[in-house]
């Protein structure tokens, strides 16, 4: 049977799902707007970094212990008000001992594929949680439609790259289509963020943040019509609101826009989660759980003519500077270079030329700290055999998304922007390749200052 209504995937963020109350504010979005009938969680505020350290090397036995303790106290204190609080607790320390299981054996042997078992955790124990909830504030609106949760794993349907899967969309779409699509009428499912199955079995994750994206690939599996982020800010800002106080919303934007804010730092969106909704020309709608009558942002397929729009940023960038005399008039260069990049399934953001050498900058897509080397000693060697290579660490890439082409009062955005930089230090600039962007790298310590000097100059 399928459902009359316009179809809604929905779904909300750790900080949304914090606390109880947090957790009911999400239920009453859901209850009020029948159309939902997809709800993709992530794991609760704080929880998935504990997982993180409880499955890296370096956490000792009674850290793990701590660890686990710790999270036992957010998922009990969010279920003291339920009036079966009982079963919940039984489910929590059931899922506690196998998660207490999996760290003693991931000390014994790392492996990301144990990692990713672990890391599973948090959107499981939040989304039984969630389910709870939302049956019990349904049960007091006369709602008809079943409430249940459905284990991600059935559904997302990823290759084996721990800690990175990627989603294998036929498998999706075939599951989807036997499993959700044909129950929405009088069902209402909530799901795992973040977590998906390979073919062997083993769990995966979809990368840090990765909730959104699982939310955007069930909305296209399901041919939804709106996806929903609910997040901890009112919809997508012309710049972080927690790096510049007086960042302003975005009612609207274009997919191109806001794709390029993901893709250059804007947390408030995984990079990948608009591939689907471009792809399958879903409705996408961001905003704030904790306060769904501000408004938010709607995303669009219209261009803007409004020049700059915002400003992005992210933190622990590496700049490989490749050096050599032979480059000099002659041809293969770059491609013996970006042959041994992708060998390492290394991928390049930013690159800038000249005579005898070339800089760029790599993607750290596992969000690695400033400390990890995201250049394998491996590669460093195989690119040494033919240049000279300089590593660059403790850099941002600040990028300023918008239409570049635009007229920004009444003189040429890239002039404006240009003349706010004049007095701050500048280690590389990308202008050129798209007209939505312009890429900077600066020191990461001078990096928060800057976005809020541009900010501040060119939205006044
Ligand atoms: P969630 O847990 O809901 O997925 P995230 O923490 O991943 O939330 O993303 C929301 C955060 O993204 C905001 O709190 C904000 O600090 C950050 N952010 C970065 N850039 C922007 C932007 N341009 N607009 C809005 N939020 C942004
Ligand atoms: N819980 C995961 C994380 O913290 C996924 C997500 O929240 O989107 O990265
Ligand atoms: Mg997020």
């Known amino acids: 049977m399928s459902l009359n209504l316009p179809l809604t995937v929905a779904k909300f963020g750790g900080t949304s799902l914090k606390d109880h109350a947090a957790m009911l504010r999400c239920a009453d979005i859901v209850l009020y707007n029948p159309s939902?009938?997809?709800?993709v969680v992530s794991a609760s505020a704080g929880v998935t970094n504990m997982l993180v350290e409880l499955a890296s090397r370096e956490t000792s036995v009674s850290q793990s212990n701590q660890l686990i303790a710790d999270i036992r106290q957010v998922q009990y204190s969010i279920i003291e008000p339920l009036s079966d609080k009982?079963?919940?607790?039984?489910?929590?320390?059931?899922?506690?001992?196998?998660l207490k299981d999996l760290a003693?054996?991931?000390?014994?042997?790392?492996?990301?594929?144990?990692?990713?078992?672990?890391?599973a955790f948090g959107e499981r124990l939040s989304s039984y949680i969630f389910t709870k909830i939302l049956i019990e504030q349904a049960n007091t609106k006369s709602t008809s439609v079943k409430i249940s949760c459905i284990d991600a794993r059935e559904i997302i349907a990823t290759d084996s790259r721990f800690s990175h899967a990627r989603p294998d969309l036929q498998a999706i779409k075939a599951n989807t289509d036997v499993k959700l699509s044909p129950h929405l009428a009088d069902n209402l499912y909530v799901t795992q963020g973040f977590v998906g199955q390979d073919q062997f079995g083993n769990t995966t994750t979809l990368g840090r943040g990765?909730?959104?994206?699982?939310?955007?690939?069930?909305?296209?599996?399901?041919?939804?019509?709106?996806?929903?982020?609910?997040?901890?800010?009112?919809?997508?800002?012309?710049?972080?609101?927690r790096i510049v106080t007086n960042a302003k919303p975005i009612k609207t934007i274009s997919f191109n826009e806001a794709a390029e804010l993901a893709t250059f730092g804007a947390k408030v969106l995984h990079p990948a989660t608009l591939l689907p909704a471009i792809r399958a020309q879903i409705d996408v709608f961001v905003g704030s759980s904790q306060s769904p009558e501000a408004g938010g942002t709607k995303l669009t397929n219209q261009i803007s003519t409004s020049g700059i729009r915002a400003i992005a940023l992210r933190e622990n960038q590496t700049l490989v500077t490749l050096t050599s005399p032979n480059m000099l008039l002659a041809s293969g260069f770059l491609a013996r270079v970006f042959a041994i990049l992708a060998k390492y399934e290394l991928s390049v953001d930013l690159i800038t030329t000249s005579e005898i050498s070339v800089?760029?900058?790599?993607?750290?897509?596992?969000?690695?700290?400033?400390?990890?080397?995201?250049?394998?000693?491996?590669?460093?060697?195989?690119?040494?055999?033919?240049?000279?290579?300089a590593i660059e660490k403790q850099l941002s890439l600040i990028a300023v998304i918008g239409n570049h082409t635009a007229q920004h009062d009444s003189q040429s955005t890239t002039g404006h922007l240009f003349s706010s930089l004049s007095k701050h230090k500048i280690r590389m600039i990308c202008h050129g390749a798209s007209k939505h962007n312009i890429c900077f790298l600066v020191k990461q310590s001078d990096a928060k200052e800057i976005v809020a000097s541009i900010h501040d100059q060119i939205f006044g």
């Open 36 to 39: 939902i009938r997809v709800v």
């Open 86 to 98: 009982l079963e919940s607790r039984l489910y929590i320390d059931n899922q506690l001992d196998l």
């Open 104 to 119: 003693k054996e991931i000390q014994v042997q790392y492996s990301l594929k144990l990692a990713d078992e672990i890391l």
């Open 210 to 241: 990765g909730s959104d994206f699982s939310a955007a690939l069930l909305a296209e599996a399901v041919s939804a019509d709106t996806l929903q982020i609910w997040t901890d800010v009112a919809g997508i800002y012309s710049s972080d609101p």
């Open 359 to 389: 800089a760029l900058t790599l993607d750290n897509v596992n969000g690695s700290d400033e400390n990890e080397n995201i250049l394998p000693h491996a590669c460093i060697i195989e690119l040494e055999d033919f240049c000279g290579v």
